[in-house]
Antibody
Framework: EVQLLESGGGLVQPGGSLRLSCAAS????????MTWVRQAPGKGLEWVSA????????KYAASVRGRFTIARDNSKDTLYLQMNSLTVEDTAIYYC????????WGQGTPVTVSS | QSVVTQAPSASGTPGQRVTISCSGS????????VNWYQQLPGTAPKLLIH???QRPSGVPDRFSGSKSGTSASLAISGLQSGDEADYYC???????????FGGGTKLTVL
């Protein structure tokens, strides 16, 4: 059974940093690209970033490019999202999902940016 | 304002067929595969349709997807109360070199 478990969310001040993790199980992790999607309170889904299976190919939404870094450790079956220079607009639930088409999703981890 | 647009709401009565549309451009829907997601209240999204019209295993055949030009549609037949949810289309955009979601359509079953 495919499982994705996000962690690392929390409350952070504007300008701060946070690193999210997504532990994967139930599939061959290094065979699949992975995606981060976020959802601000009461809003729709927003595509954030994606990474290829080997970690060489990374993509970012314009809203996070230069501030967020996606990475993966295939030896640990874990996906990461390093978030720097956070603003209140980054407040959201952050989901990790498998593949470019997001065929499986985690339950999300909440990030709140507030002073 | 998303580069891929959806009507904010749709509704239907039980048993009815409803269609949710997603409008884009030549840089996204016009050249890339469209996926559809269902998000029930308080839960994570679920993939309903991928590659324009393919259903993952376990998704009822009441759900179907289609695409023509720069627009895509999700059809739900035999509407049930349990279908009340938010529905999102998603597609890769070559101009932005990033994925994009539509703004979402809230489906109400009357």
């Amino acid at each position: 059974e495919v499982q994705l478990l996000e962690s690392g969310g929390g409350l952070v001040q504007p300008g701060g940093s946070l690193r999210l993790s997504c532990a994967a199980s139930g599939f061959t992790f290094n065979k699949y690209p992975m995606t981060w999607v976020r959802q601000a309170p009461g809003k729709g889904l927003e595509w954030v970033s994606a990474i290829g299976g080997t970690g060489d190919d990374t993509k970012y939404a314009a809203s996070v490019r230069g501030r967020f870094t996606i990475a993966r450790d295939n030896s640990k079956d874990t996906l990461y999202l390093q978030m720097n220079s956070l603003t209140v607009e980054d407040t959201a639930i952050y989901y990790c999902a498998r593949d470019w088409k997001c065929d499986y999703w985690g339950q999300g981890t909440p990030v709140t940016v507030s002073s | 304002q998303s580069v891929v647009t959806q009507a904010p709401s749709a509704s239907g009565t039980p048993g009815q067929r409803v269609t949710i549309s997603c409008s884009g451009s030549s840089s996204n829907i016009g050249r890339n595969n469209v996926n559809w997601y269902q998000q029930l209240p308080g839960t994570a999204p679920k993939l309903l349709i991928h590659t324009d019209n393919q259903r993952p295993s376990g998704v009822p055949d009441r759900f179907s997807g289609s695409k023509s030009g720069t627009s895509a549609s999700l059809a739900i037949s035999g509407l049930q109360s349990g279908d009340e949810a938010d529905y999102y289309c998603a597609v890769w955009d070559d101009r932005f070199n990033a994925g994009v979601f539509g703004g979402g359509t809230k489906l109400t079953v009357l």
